[in-house]
């Protein structure tokens, strides 16, 4: 359907942070996610409206499942879509991300999808390209249709995200799913609670609008929503906890601990799991309760709409073919 | 008087300026006269009855005639990484800051480990006849931390001080050793506090910025606790010790504490800390990665105060210049440090403009200040003495914009600030080495 005032209505370039975003902005987003999903249970799944459109998912950070993700997002709106995972030796890699920016720059993307290992590499990858930039994931910063995902499945289950309880609970100081969650659903008007040992916690987080806690027991006490974080040791340098059997005691989330919550909480988790480690193997696996597949399912939905909003803003779009 | 002078020969007359000694506490409107490399004399009264006749003379316009600046901290890179900066880039932005007299950290490639490099960049610097050029000598051989280096040789070759440069001596036996060896001659020692174990891998301040922008931060602590373990070992071996670049208000409380009791310390610190907080950061701004980082706003504020209350002895320039492959990176991935000499002087009078010190009282900070912590000749207006000067309008207003900055690197964290205060004419023993929009 043809709209002429959606580039007012979501003004933006890039999509590289909540930060930034109103709560109406990321409510049009949600809203037109929800119509992507009813688009992929359907047998055709394919639109053509990324028709002509070129997408390059940029991985400088291996993930298969965020990679998969937009590469269907990209594919079901009929762009043509290239994957490159890019290996880089630790101290080159800077001047192989700006150059590689200039070099696909000089091959007209529309859409650049980025994930990389530096807090703030996207940002600076941004501002040497002319095409629109999806920030896949940077550092410990920001992974914003993670939390636009995890949003989607929460309205959809709850019908609502302002005034619910939502805990946050593992590794926040790692975590940069963990900041975009606390920017969405704060911005949305839902209670952010974050759960973690001292060590996991990062300065000053409560000034983001969340509450602090370091027991499980008081952290999703009559929450609505129990989300978990991977525990990210590949980011550890030296022992935030003295082990995985103490940490699972203290902090991972089984039955005992969930009982705490609301007796509808809802279990989330943005994968993938250490089982045993954040999780138990009985929560997350409990279908009535989990919602841990579905959050994949409503990945490609909320790409879908992050693509479709982002090129409508592109100088080269011609808003009368839509 | 004006009959004084029986010869004209090799004499400039700098007349109707406003005289400014903080050595003596000299401010008052009068002129001065080089004679060849020297000061022959100056004050009120000189020239009353006029120039000598055949005298050059400069018209100084009322503006503000000081000793040229000295700045205890500069990384002139060369030696080794002249694509960032050489010591003729380094020497042009000196003298277009007002500095006339500058030393550099043996941070260089090969290190100033050896008598060697000392004697290089002395010898260089002498051909080069810009800003006079000092240096330091390592405490450690290859900065390594590990053995000491020569310390007593290279303060003969003519080191002025011993440092490690950016990196602190962390072994406390080996920092144990080298305040007490030093004490012997006696030697000056320059440490960098900050504790790696407690830094890790952080690369801004720690904070509610940091955690928002997914860095990992850099505890003010860290400072803290590196300074607190060297006063003890300057109380065990009754060594002479300087900080470097002082970024937090309790560093500042407890080398305060240590003065009180008597001990060899001094600091500085260096404009950054003074007159930006983390914040600057902001969208992940490379030139605003400093080391040490950026502090918060109280930890700024309590700088000024330590500038105020005397406790911070000097200010230095902390010139630390990186070319655009070091800086265009990831913040996490970018190079620290901060081109600083050009702006010394503006960003230093904004703490007068601010009303926070008076101009004598700042200007004292960045000349004869840093020259008694080093014993080095300069600094002050004195008969007899090199005739290294500066010419400047405090109140000039103009905006840094660091691709007009003179040093080889650009990496300004002042870029696009205005600033109040502008150096017009610097002179070095006697002669005209920078003349503003010549």
């Known amino acids: 359907m043809s709209n002429p005032h959606i580039n007012a209505l979501f003004p933006h370039r890039h999509l590289l942070a909540i930060e930034g975003l109103s709560s109406q902005e990321i409510t049009l987003l949600l809203d037109i996610a929800e119509g992507y999903v009813e688009q992929n249970r359907q047998a055709d799944k394919k639109k053509s409206l990324l028709r002509g459109r070129t997408i390059i998912n940029l991985f400088f950070e291996a993930s298969t499942r965020t990679r998969t993700s937009f590469e269907l997002a990209g594919k079901r709106l009929g762009g043509d879509v290239i994957n490159m995972t890019v290996a880089t030796s630790s101290v080159k890699k800077g001047e192989t991300l700006i150059d590689t920016a200039m070099t696909l720059n000089a091959m007209h993307p529309d859409v650049l999808i980025v994930r990389h290992q530096d807090s703030g590499a996207v940002k600076l990858l941004s501002e040497k390209v002319n095409c629109a930039v999806i920030n896949a994931g940077d550092g410990t910063h920001a992974h914003p249709t993670q939390a636009l995902l995890d949003a989607l499945t929460i309205r959809r289950r709850k019908g609502k995200l302002a005034g619910l309880k939502v805990a946050i609970c593992g590794d926040i100081l790692h975590s940069r799913v963990a900041r975009s969650n606390i920017e969405l659903l704060t911005t949305m008007g839902a209670e952010v609670r974050l759960v973690a040992p001292k060590t996991l916690i990062p300065t000053a987080v409560e000034r983001m609008g969340a509450k602090v806690f370091h027991s499980m027991k008081d952290g999703i006490a009559d929450c609505d929503i129990v989300m978990m974080l991977r525990l990210q040791t590949e980011r550890m340098q030296g022992g935030f906890f003295p082990s995985v059997r103490e940490y699972f005691h203290f902090f991972g989330l089984d039955y005992e601990k969930l009982a705490a919550a609301k007796p509808d909480a809802l279990i989330m988790h943005p994968g993938p799991m250490n089982r045993g480690v954040e999780i138990d193997s009985l929560v997350a696996d409990d279908y009535g309760r989990s919602v841990i597949r579905e959050q994949v399912e409503m990945g490609v939905a909320v790409r879908m709409a992050c693509l479709d909003l982002l090129t409508r803003n592109l100088p080269n779009s011609d808003l009368k073919n839509l | 008087m004006a009959t004084r002078w029986k010869h004209t020969e090799n004499l400039v007359a700098y007349v109707n300026a406003r005289l400014l000694d903080p050595a003596s506490g000299l401010d008052a409107k009068g002129a001065l006269l080089s004679e060849g490399e020297t000061i022959a004399d100056f004050g009120p009264k000189l ?54 007299s500058m030393v550099c950290l043996p941070n260089t490639h090969p290190a100033i480990d050896d008598m060697s490099v000392v004697e290089f960049i002395a010898r260089r610097a002498r051909l080069l006849g810009l800003a006079k050029v000092y240096c330091y000598g390592a405490i450690t051989k290859g900065l390594a931390g590990k053995e000491l280096a020569e310390i007593g040789l290279l303060a003969e070759s003519g080191a002025v001080g011993f440092t490690d440069g950016e990196k602190s001596v962390v072994d406390a036996q080996v920092m144990r050793r080298a305040l007490l060896y030093s004490s012997t001659f006696p030697l000056l020692l320059i440490q960098h506090p900050e504790e790696p174990s407690l830094a890790g891998s952080g690369v801004m301040n720690a904070g509610e910025m940091a955690t928002r922008l997914g860095l990992s931060g850099i505890p003010r602590e860290a400072e803290i606790i590196m300074i607190e373990r060297d006063i003890r070992l300057v109380e065990m071996t009754g060594g002479r010790l300087h900080f470097a670049h002082v970024s937090t208000g309790e560093s500042v409380a407890v080398i305060a504490r240590a003065k009180e009791r008597g001990l060899a310390i001094t600091c500085d610190t260096a404009p950054p800390y003074f007159a930006l907080n983390e914040v600057e950061v902001g969208d992940y701004r490379t030139f605003a990665k400093l080391s040490p980082p950026l502090r918060s706003e109280a930890d700024r504020a309590a700088i000024v105060e330590g500038l105020k209350s005397g406790v911070i002895d000097v200010i230095a320039s902390d010139h630390a210049p990186q070319d655009e492959d070091s800086k265009r990176l990831p913040f996490s991935q970018a190079a620290c440090g901060g081109i600083g000499l050009e702006t010394l002087l503006a960003v230093t009078l904004g703490l007068v403009h601010n009303g926070d010190l008076k101009l004598l009282d700042a200007l004292k900070l960045i000349t004869v200040a840093p020259a008694d912590v080093l014993g080095l000749p300069a600094g002050r207006l004195k008969k007899g003495a090199a005739a290294d000067l500066v010419i400047f309008d405090p109140d000039r207003v103009w905006k840094v914009e660091a691709a007009t900055l003179l040093s080889k690197s650009k990496n300004s964290p002042f870029d696009e600030r205005p600033v109040q205060g502008r150096v017009l004419r610097t002179i070095v023993d006697g002669r005209t080495v920078f003349e503003l929009d010549s």
Do not use: N, Y
């Open chain 2, 47 to 100: 020239f009353a009855d006029g120039v000598p006749e055949g005298v050059p003379v400069i018209d100084c316009k009322g503006m503000c005639l000081a000793p040229g600046l000295v700045d205890m901290r500069v990384q002139v890179r060369e030696p080794g990484e002249e694509h960032k900066g050489t010591l003729a880039s380094s020497g042009r932005a000196a003298t277009a800051g007002g500095v006339t």
